[in-house]
């Protein structure tokens, strides 16, 4: 593929790209709003701009320490976060209320990125983990202004598709970035296999071992009255196929489960598999004790951190279907035993090295997953010891941000 069958086929899919908005709109309103941002629609900015972009909420929520240091280093600046989906864009809000400005990403076509960039001349775009949009990279540089894309990741099988079906358009677009900073020396490889100018690639970590993230304690102090004395096992960011899984495999215990679905949209459908299954269920959102329930379905926003506070076990979804996983640094900065499937291609090296360190246990499916949290909910001692060793882990591998600032730096100077 090169860039004008790029070209083609976006514009072909943006009616089709349009039209989903607005049938999310039918159940989630606010996926219809705000539209005309994502087609380049922004108000003019007077201030330089330091542009900051997080996909959704995972992201977001990475970034938050950069975030905050760019706000600390770069007064003179305002920061631009722009995310694609309302949850993220709602985190924003609800973090920094007036302290950013934020906008919806635009789609990327060349005459919206055009737009896009007139209207709000950033002195620098910055891209987290896997946001590699051909049209606006190549606008940033022939525009002359500096882009990176942080936290890179790569892994084998991004890799192999990128090889495989737009080596071309691939390689062409990652050499116009300004930097492209890896989480690890493996992704850094991958990135010069697809022939990126090595002096382009370096290794600063990845940011989010530098998050402090402390739970919300009037939410935890909640969840556990919620909780009672019962030990709780997490799952936590499950994807549609997963909960079936470990519904099916459930057997009955003292313990309580809670089970956080990744998208919110789909709380009354996992509500509602729960109750098909015979599982005594209730909901966050209407509970003021779980005594005489099974589970616990976490229907609730930016409360994750809390609901890792208080649970004993934690299993990370997206890991027993082909999602590639979820972030497992929160509940190991929380010091609590982790558990996840197979699946977990987004976080190769982190899986990979806390398995090493015995900080988390692996399991091929739901049924080993169920038996592995029946053991560790009667042995304290390894539940510490996981835990401990996660947190001593997380620790180990900050200073990301501090490598990225620097960078930054001379990228505006």
């Known amino acids: 593929?090169?860039?004008?069958?790029?070209?083609?086929?976006?514009?072909?899919?943006?009616?089709?790209?349009?039209?989903?908005?607005?049938?999310?709109?039918?159940?989630?309103?606010?996926?219809?709003?705000?539209?005309?941002?994502?087609?380049?629609?922004?108000?003019?900015?007077?201030?330089?701009?330091?542009?900051?972009?997080?996909?959704?909420?995972?992201?977001?929520?990475?970034?938050?320490?950069?975030?905050?240091?760019?706000?600390?280093?770069?007064?003179?600046?305002?920061?631009?976060?722009?995310?694609?989906?309302?949850?993220?864009?709602?985190?924003?809000?609800?973090?920094?209320?007036?302290?950013?400005?934020?906008?919806?990403?635009?789609?990327?076509?060349?005459?919206?990125?055009?737009?896009?960039?007139?209207?709000?001349?950033?002195?620098?775009?910055?891209?987290?983990?896997?946001?590699?949009?051909?049209?606006?990279?190549?606008?940033?540089?022939?525009?002359?202004?500096?882009?990176?894309?942080?936290?890179?990741?790569?892994?084998?099988?991004?890799?192999?598709?990128y090889q495989q079906f737009a080596p071309k358009l691939s390689q062409q677009t990652l050499n116009k970035f300004s930097l492209i900073a890896a989480q690890n020396q493996s992704s850094a490889n991958r990135f010069m296999q697809l022939g990126i100018d090595n002096t382009k690639v370096i290794v600063a970590g990845n940011i989010k071992f530098d998050l402090n993230p402390v739970p919300n304690q009037q939410t935890s102090k909640h969840l556990k009255n919620l909780c009672g004395n019962r030990k709780v096992v997490l799952f936590a960011s499950t994807h549609k196929g997963e909960e079936v899984q470990i519904i099916r495999a459930y057997q009955p215990t003292s313990a309580l489960l809670i089970i956080v679905p990744r998208h919110p949209e789909r709380f009354d459908e996992v509500y509602k598999l729960a109750k098909k299954h015979h599982i005594n269920i209730t909901k966050r959102s209407n509970t003021v004790s779980c005594d005489g329930f099974e589970m616990l379905l976490g229907d609730s926003m930016g409360e994750m951190m809390s609901y890792f506070e208080v649970a004993d076990v934690v299993f990370m979804g997206g890991s027993l279907i082909e999602t590639g996983g979820h972030n497992m640094l929160e509940p190991a900065a929380l010091s609590k035993p982790i558990l996840f499937a197979q699946n977990v291609f987004n976080f190769a090296e982190i899986s990979t090295q806390l398995l090493a360190q015995n900080g988390a246990i692996q399991v091929q499916n739901a049924d080993e997953l169920m038996a592995k949290i029946s053991e560790l909910l009667t042995d304290d001692v390894q539940r510490t010891t996981l835990g401990k060793n996660a947190h001593q882990y997380f620790k180990s591998q900050q200073g990301a941000t501090t490598r990225l600032i620097e960078q930054i730096d001379l990228l505006l100077n």
């Open 1 to 161: 593929m090169n860039q004008t069958l790029y070209n083609l086929i976006s514009t072909l899919l943006l009616p089709i790209m349009l039209l989903r908005l607005v049938l999310k709109g039918l159940s989630t309103p606010t996926y219809r709003r705000r539209i005309g941002e994502r087609l380049g629609f922004v108000d003019v900015t007077s201030c330089p701009i330091i542009w900051v972009h997080c996909v959704s909420v995972g992201e977001f929520r990475a970034a938050n320490v950069l975030i905050d240091r760019l706000i600390e280093a770069y007064p003179q600046y305002q920061i631009l976060i722009t995310s694609t989906t309302p949850t993220g864009s709602q985190a924003i809000k609800e973090t920094y209320q007036n302290r950013v400005l934020h906008y919806y990403f635009p789609f990327d076509l060349p005459w919206i990125v055009n737009r896009y960039i007139k209207k709000i001349k950033p002195k620098i775009c910055i891209l987290l983990e896997t946001e590699i949009w051909p049209n606006l990279i190549n606008a940033l540089n022939k525009n002359q202004l500096p882009s990176m894309l942080i936290n890179a990741r790569l892994s084998p099988r991004s890799l192999k598709k």
